[in-house]
């Protein structure tokens, strides 16, 4: 396989991959990952002769990705995809594949403590970080945890293992590496080190002063649309390159990677890749987080209601396309610090890149997990708005689109699959609580997405009652061109 990918209709490696030292370990090999972050590296060797290689982990689940790229000798495929042309490049930036369950825990463990390792990454989802999104601070009782706690030596979680890792290379003289977060959260450095040092200190006190003090925590904003990967998506990909790659992987030509630059033992030269390296990467995360993911979730929800399956759909639905766009630029951008960039322009954007019609983005795949994201999508911005006196209708409506798609059934009598880690607190508030006012004020009161001071906001709960009561009477196709017919 590694001969055929390497004489594939596509970009391939013309430089020595054997010249590779596996500095990066990262946890969490999937999609978003293999189209974003290693793409940065894979130019960076091409281009730049940098020698900084992957070593990629799976702790749970995934274990047919982790044995795809053994099997290609840690090459993989990804497209860029757009309307009118697709083009391919193979990536042969990963130097070592391992699962935790499959290779065993010891073997990770053992290449995160190898010298040379400068920085462990991570794309593990919100829910990877076992934090409640409302305060960002790690839950001792998640269950991942609490197991953890009981035998730190042999961790299953992300924030065990990377305790673990530190403490043998504390333990052993070596320095420490630097712990980066790449996945969808505000401020996600900061969280990181809140989560890993919580769960340090719970163990060993004088390990968590050790970390404190010597390990960095850079936050970053990664941008890049990855749809899932579909059967027809690896179609696709063999058609262009003429080679069949089950670990490859499909996304939109943009890219963009915000970097907090402050690493305890080097980095590459990201910014020669493109990246921008920033001594302040929130403004940015934020303008992200609350005009995409923002815009984003409000498509997914409301749109999957409406019986639209793919994103660039609901951009064929002008209140649709006019909502998401006057959501971002009249209740997100007001809420942003961030200087120097035309808001204006994003939108625009972003209108065009939801408007891919070579992408596919699911609806349902952007739903998923939405208590984690709410939080910093919408939630965050509504206080703000609540503090200013300013208005909220669509992201009142985003969230009542939410609380409709939760309720597990679809305006047809459908069943809706909902997949989210706190699936059993909103199956209890939903069963325990009569369809109306009831649900609204039932699911508001679950603590780790609204926290203790939204539910008492009678303007809030207002709001999102008379948008949800909406949906439930006139759909969610009537209701958004209600909202936009009024603004």
């Not at 839950?139 to 197991?147: K, Q, R, T």
């Not at 459908?414 to 009569?434: C, Q």
Request: net charge negative; aromatic share 8%; charged share 20%.
């Amino acid at each position: 396989m590694q001969d055929t990918l390497l004489t594939a209709n596509a970009t391939v490696p013309s430089w020595d991959r054997d010249k590779l030292v596996a500095r990066i370990v990262h946890l969490g090999f999937g999609a978003f990952h293999r189209a974003h972050q290693a793409i940065y590296a894979d130019i960076l060797a091409a281009e730049q002769g940098s020698d900084w290689g992957y070593t990629e982990v799976n702790l749970i689940g995934g274990e047919e990705q982790i044995a795809c790229l053994k099997n290609q000798h840690n090459l993989f495929t990804v497209a860029q995809m757009s309307a009118d042309a697709w083009t391919a490049r193979v990536v042969g930036v990963v130097k070592r594949a391992l699962h935790a369950q499959v290779d065993g825990l010891e073997s990770v463990l053992a290449a995160m403590c190898e010298p040379q390792v400068a920085i462990v990454s991570m794309t593990i989802t919100e829910k990877g970080y076992c934090h409640s999104p409302a305060t960002g601070q790690l839950m001792l009782e998640h269950p991942l945890i609490s197991a953890d706690l009981q035998t730190p030596h042999q961790p299953k979680s992300a924030p065990g293992v990377i305790v673990e890792a530190l403490a043998r290379r504390k333990a052993a003289g070596l320095p420490p590496f630097t712990v980066m977060s790449c996945d969808n959260m505000p401020e996600n450095g900061h969280v990181t080190r809140n989560v890993i040092c919580a769960y340090a200190r719970a163990l060993d006190e004088a390990l968590a002063v050790w970390i404190e003090q010597n390990v960095t925590f850079p936050s970053t904003m990664v941008d890049r649309i990855v749809p899932a990967v579909t059967p027809e998506t690896l179609d696709k990909i063999e058609q262009i390159t003429g080679v069949r790659d089950p670990a490859g992987v499909a996304c939109e030509p943009f890219r963009q990677w915000v970097i907090e630059d402050n690493f305890v033992c080097g980095r590459p030269a990201w910014e020669k890749a493109g990246a921008e390296l920033v001594s302040d990467v929130l403004p940015f995360e934020e303008m992200k987080l609350r005009m995409l993911n923002g815009s984003h979730s409000f498509l997914a929800y409301l749109g999957y209601l409406a019986g639209y399956q793919h994103i660039n759909e609901c951009m064929d639905d002008e209140n649709f396309r006019r909502a998401a766009y006057a959501l971002m630029l009249n209740e997100q951008a007001p809420t942003l610090s961030v200087k120097g960039v035309d808001l204006t322009h994003y939108a625009d954007l972003l209108i065009e890149r939801y408007s891919n019609t070579g992408l596919r983005h699911r609806t349902w795949q952007i739903a998923m997990d939405g208590s984690q994201k709410l939080p910093q999508r919408m939630l965050d911005s509504v206080r703000w708005h609540l503090a200013h006196n300013s208005r909220f209708d669509l992201l009142a409506l985003g969230i009542a689109g939410w609380m409709r798609y939760v309720g597990g059934v679809d305006e047809q009598g459908n069943r809706i699959d909902v997949s989210d880690p706190l699936l059993p607190a909103l199956n209890e508030a939903i069963s325990n609580s009569e369809q109306g006012e009831a649900r609204v004020k039932a699911l508001l009161s679950i603590e780790d997405i609204f926290g203790n001071d939204l539910p008492h906001e009678s303007e809030f709960v207002g709001q999102i009652t008379q948008a949800y009561l909406s949906l439930l009477e006139n759909g969610a196709k009537a209701t958004v061109a209600q909202y936009i017919s009024a603004r």
